[in-house]
């Protein structure tokens, strides 16, 4: 299993955490925002494959801001397929 952590931008959590094994993403935990929400996500999220994340939650806009905690995990997510 190899962890991640990545930073964070015009989001309200500072940084968001997980883990990717055989392509399947684990251990989601966002570093502030709204507790209800990234919980949920993380939830949700937990054992599937990684590769979807991206495809799911990839340009999920918050309010105008031109991303979200969705798009900032799937970002994230789609780095570290790349590495």
């Known amino acids: 299993m ?3 952590t990545i930073p964070t ?3 309200c ?3 968001i955490s997980f883990s990717l094994e055989d ?6 935990k966002f570093a502030g925002g709204c507790p ?3 919980k949920a996500i ?11 994340v991206v495809d799911i939650l990839k340009g999920n806009d918050c309010g ?3 991303t979200s905690c969705a798009d900032q995990l799937a970002l994230g ?3 570290a397929l790349a590495e």
């Not at 993380?42 to 979807?52: F, I, Y």
């Open 2 to 4: 190899k962890d991640f």
């Open 9 to 11: 931008h015009n989001i």
């Open 13 to 15: 959590p500072r940084s």
């Open 23 to 28: 392509g399947k993403i684990y251990n989601i």
């Open 36 to 38: 209800g929400n990234t």
């Open 42 to 52: 993380a939830k949700l999220l937990e054992g599937t494959d990684a590769q979807r």
């Open 64 to 66: 105008g801001k031109g």
């Open 77 to 79: 997510v789609e780095k």
